[in-house]
């Protein structure tokens, strides 16, 4: 079980004012906040990011949209915080995703869905370790 995820609050929260509601979902089901920047990414940066997602026919729309406008990245510390936080925001599209969720409440479309969430341990590090140096954490 771990205890720490990696997030983002993507462009399309941002740009419709949905930061604050948003961070509030996140402190109330119980996550501290270990790390937080706000900052616009490059498409390069985006594709580095993505990268796994590469061979995917959405990729140039997914790094294309992640790059288009600032974003919140943050690194969250909770019990099972990779699944937990997975539950939190719901499911990919937000047309599937559960009532009460993230998604259900703040994404306008599949591919801008307002949040990002890391799909494993693994997968949460390398991406906190992206965005955040030692000295960024708390
Ligand atoms: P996640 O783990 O729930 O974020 O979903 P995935 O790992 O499958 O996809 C990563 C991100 O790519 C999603 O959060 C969406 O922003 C985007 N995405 C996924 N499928 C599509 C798609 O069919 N079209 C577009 N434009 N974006 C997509």
Same mark, same amino acid.
Request: aromatic content about 10%; charged content about 25%; proline content about 2%.
């Given at each position: 079980?771990?205890?720490?995820?990696?997030?983002?609050i993507k462009p399309d929260a941002v740009r419709n004012g949905h930061i604050?509601?948003i961070?509030?979902?996140?402190?109330?089901?119980?996550?501290?906040?270990?790390?937080?920047?706000y900052?616009k990414?490059?498409?390069?940066?985006? +594709? #580095?990011?993505?990268? *796994?997602?590469?061979? !995917?026919?959405?990729? =140039?729309?997914?790094?294309?949209f992640m790059?288009s406008g600032p974003i919140v990245?943050?690194?969250? +510390? #909770?019990?099972?915080? *990779?699944?937990?936080? !997975?539950?939190?925001? =719901?499911?990919?599209?937000?047309?599937?995703?559960?009532?009460?969720?993230?998604?259900?409440?703040y994404a306008t479309?599949?591919?801008e869905?307002a949040?990002?969430?890391?799909?494993?341990?693994?997968?949460?590090?390398?991406?906190?370790?992206?965005?955040?140096?030692?000295?960024?954490?708390?």
């Open positions: 079980m771990s205890n720490r995820t990696f997030t983002m604050g509601n961070l509030q979902m996140i402190n109330a089901a119980g996550f501290r906040i270990i790390a937080m920047k900052l990414i490059s498409k390069q940066q985006a +594709e #580095k990011f993505y990268e *796994v997602h590469s061979e !995917r026919p959405f990729y =140039g729309e997914l790094t294309e790059s990245a943050a690194i969250l +510390e #909770k019990d099972n915080a *990779v699944a937990d936080f !997975r539950t939190l925001i =719901g499911a990919t599209n937000p047309a599937q995703a559960e009532e009460g969720t993230i998604r259900k409440k479309s599949l591919g869905n949040v990002h969430g890391s799909d494993s341990d693994e997968n949460a590090a390398i991406e906190g370790n992206f965005f955040f140096s030692g000295l960024e954490r708390f």
